[in-house]
């Protein structure tokens, strides 16, 4: 089994900053990529930002340019750095990981959730 554990989040102003961090712990065998997703209530949840095993990146839209997604590999950890906050950032913001267990068994694992509120 794979565990996700998140840490960080809270309460910002706007233009504030914040710093996510999830570390994955487990039956590892090799980790495809590790990402921050998040959901406003009455709202899909959405890809925040996203860092595969190559080091290639993904931001959305709304986030480019603010957010900072970092890679530890050794660790197994994700960062995110969150700058210049707005309150349409408020969120709860998960820990996402696509990770092969075994050679031949791969899985997609989510963290337990952190709320990050912005206030105007």
């Known amino acids: 089994q794979v565990q996700l554990v998140e840490s960080g989040g809270g309460l910002v102003h706007a233009g504030g900053s914040l710093k996510l961090s999830c570390a994955a712990s487990?039956?590892?065998?090799?980790?495809?990529?590790q990402g921050w997703y998040r959901q406003a209530p009455g709202t899909q949840r959405e890809l925040v930002a996203s860092?595969?095993?190559?080091?290639?990146?993904d931001y959305a839209d709304s986030v480019r340019g603010r957010f900072t997604i970092s890679r530890l590999n050794a660790e197994n950890t994700v960062d995110l750095q969150m700058n210049s906050l707005k309150p349409e950032d408020t969120a709860v913001y998960y820990c996402?990981?696509?990770?092969?267990?075994?050679?031949?068994?791969?899985?997609?694992?989510w963290g337990q959730g952190t709320q990050v509120t912005v206030s105007s």
């Open positions: 996402n990981a696509r990770i092969y267990t075994t050679p031949f068994s791969r899985g997609e694992y």
């Open positions: 487990g039956s590892i065998f090799r980790v495809v990529a």
């Open positions: 860092v595969n095993a190559g080091g290639g990146i």
